[in-house]
């Protein structure tokens, strides 16, 4: 499986402030994801990270308030502007279609995002 | 670490005995289907996969096995370790049309020593 790192790991940023999370792999990877966990919650698809092209969001999930990079087969970035508290998150990058490996998905160890 | 799956169902097993997760998918379309394993403070770690031309897999102390019938999966860990307390997700995809994944609400392992 591919190696994922996220920065930052966790931070506290102010309302209204944005931040932007990389995701890095140390391999070429078909797909790469963005995914929200709220506190005590499960796993929600926020967009695919298209490389070389604009972003695939999910329902609910728009480019003003989340814009994603991808830049190549190996990074991404997604930010969260103009924080609110609601906004308070795990935010995790995944990826998928690693050599030998076309369907399994991988995810990185996530990015805790506090907005106060 | 910051914990996770505070509201989850729980499952609460002895040391050493078997443990049966299950866990009820929402698409009939699905094809693809995966249980991942998340420590507190850590993303989602694979564990096993399995797709719908299958009805059970096996892999090292885990099994899944899958029912179509009636859109169920079941993820079973033998001889259950202290190792093994975390919550558990599983996740459907179609793969024909996405590697998206629709992950299920999760369930919380508890394992007592």
């Known amino acids: 499986s591919a190696v994922i790192s996220q920065k930052p790991s966790r931070d506290i940023c102010q309302r209204g402030t944005s931040l932007t999370i990389q995701c890095q792999v140390d391999?070429?990877?078909?797909?790469m994801f963005w995914y929200r966990q709220q506190p005590g919650q499960s796993l929600t698809l926020i967009a695919t990270?298209?490389?070389?092209?604009?972003?695939?969001?999910e329902s609910g999930f728009v480019i003003d308030k989340f814009p994603i990079s991808r830049p190549n087969l190996t990074f991404s970035t997604l930010t969260v502007s103009n924080m609110s508290p609601e906004d308070s998150s795990i935010y995790l990058c995944?990826?998928?279609?690693?050599?030998?490996?076309?369907?399994?998905?991988?995810f990185g160890p996530g990015t805790r995002l506090t907005v106060t | 670490g910051e914990s996770v799956g505070l509201h989850l169902p729980t499952l609460s097993v002895q040391e050493g005995d078997n443990s049966i997760i299950n866990c009820a998918y929402s698409?009939?379309?699905?094809?693809?289907f995966i249980w991942y394993k998340q420590e507190s403070g850590k993303g989602p770690q694979f564990i096993i996969d399995?797709?719908?031309?299958?009805d059970k897999r096996q892999g090292q102390r885990v099994t899944v096995l899958l029912n179509k019938t009636v859109k169920h999966l079941s993820l079973q860990i033998a001889a259950t370790q202290p190792g093994d307390s975390a919550v558990y997700f599983c996740?459907?995809?179609?793969?024909?049309?996405?590697?998206?994944?629709?992950f299920g609400s999760g369930t919380r392992l508890l394992v007592r020593p």
């Open positions: 990270a298209n490389q070389g092209s604009e972003a695939t969001y």
């Open positions: 996740a459907e995809n179609q793969v024909d049309s996405s590697y998206k994944l629709i």
């Open positions: 698409n009939s379309a699905s094809d693809y």
């Open positions: 391999s070429q990877v078909t797909m």
């Open positions: 399995i797709r719908s031309n299958m």
């Open positions: 995944s990826v998928a279609g690693t050599s030998g490996s076309s369907y399994e998905q991988y």
